[in-house]
Each structure stands twice: as structure tokens, then as C-alpha cells.
């Protein structure tokens, strides 16, 4: 499937179910990707999502990554649910774990300028496994931001 043809959202689910395997759907003209057991979404603010992007491709575990103005995605595998003080821990750090039933919006366009305001950072690929959950966090705790947390 030729991305560059890809005109409705209808063709971007499609594109995204048969290219990356991703269970998305159409809701409200946009693509939207549940949050289930299987797949889930961790949000960083962007300086802390660099360091654990640069952290886990030195590892070779870099997983699918999407970037807004403010903060990054990161496509998990949920492997486990953080406790209750690591979640105050990581609301303090506006770390987000959307919970399963919620959804992220994927971008219609493989470019840096889509109409969702949002573009990959490293796109999905169906090869390739998603990073754990635990593997996302404990790298976001471990990373810092070089500033007081």
C-alpha cells in the first residue's frame, strides 16, 4: 500500500491495519488507536522523551514513538501496571498512562505536518515488537530531564 495515495481516513486505517497491524478504527474523521491489553501509549513531555528515545535505541529496544508539541507517545506492550506511588511519582513527572479503554490519535500523513498536529518519530513497523511498559518507565525514571527531578 502506497501511503502517498492515501486520501480518506477510511484508507489511513486500512494503511495502518495491514502495514503495522494495529487494531485502529475511524471515530469522529480521525484514526484512532484503542488502549487494551495487548497495546498501550505512554506520554512523556518532550526533553524526557528524547533521553529515553536515545536510551532505548542505544539499547537497539526503540519502539514506535509519536511526537506533539508538547509531548512524545511511546507505543508499549502492556507487561504490568505500575503501583500506586510509582503512579504519583509519575504524575508528578506529567508521565501519562492513558488507561485501556481510552485511545491515541494517529497522524494521516507519514510527513512532520499532519492535520492531527502530531507525526512519527519513529513510525510503527510490523516487525517490529513493542517495547514493554516497565521497560518505558523504568528508562523515564532512570533518564531524568538534566533539570531538579
Not at 529496544?61 to 505500575?82: C, H, K, N, T
Not at 507519514?110 to 510503527?124: D, F, I, N, S, Y
Amino acid at each position: 500500500m502506497n501511503a502517498d495515495r492515501l486520501r480518506t481516513v477510511g484508507d489511513w486505517v486500512a494503511f495502518y491495519r495491514h502495514e503495522f497491524g494495529l487494531p485502529v478504527s475511524e471515530r469522529g474523521g480521525f484514526v484512532m488507536l484503542p488502549v487494551t491489553g495487548k497495546v498501550g501509549v505512554v506520554h512523556l513531555p518532550v526533553r524526557r522523551a528524547e533521553k529515553v528515545r536515545a536510551a532505548l535505541e542505544q539499547d537497539g529496544q526503540a519502539g514506535p514513538m509519536l511526537a506533539r508539541q508538547i509531548r512524545w507517545s511511546f507505543l508499549v506492550e502492556p507487561d504490568s501496571r505500575p503501583g500506586d506511588q510509582i503512579l504519583e511519582v509519575l504524575n508528578r513527572l506529567d508521565i501519562g498512562i492513558p488507561p485501556i479503554g481510552s485511545a491515541v490519535m494517529l497522524p494521516t500523513g507519514l510527513g512532520q505536518w499532519t492535520r492531527e498536529g502530531c507525526h512519527w518519530v519513529a513510525p510503527p513497523s510490523r516487525d517490529t515488537k513493542l517495547p514493554p511498559l516497565s521497560m518505558i518507565i523504568t528508562t523515564a525514571l532512570a533518564v531524568g530531564t538534566g533539570s531538579e527531578d
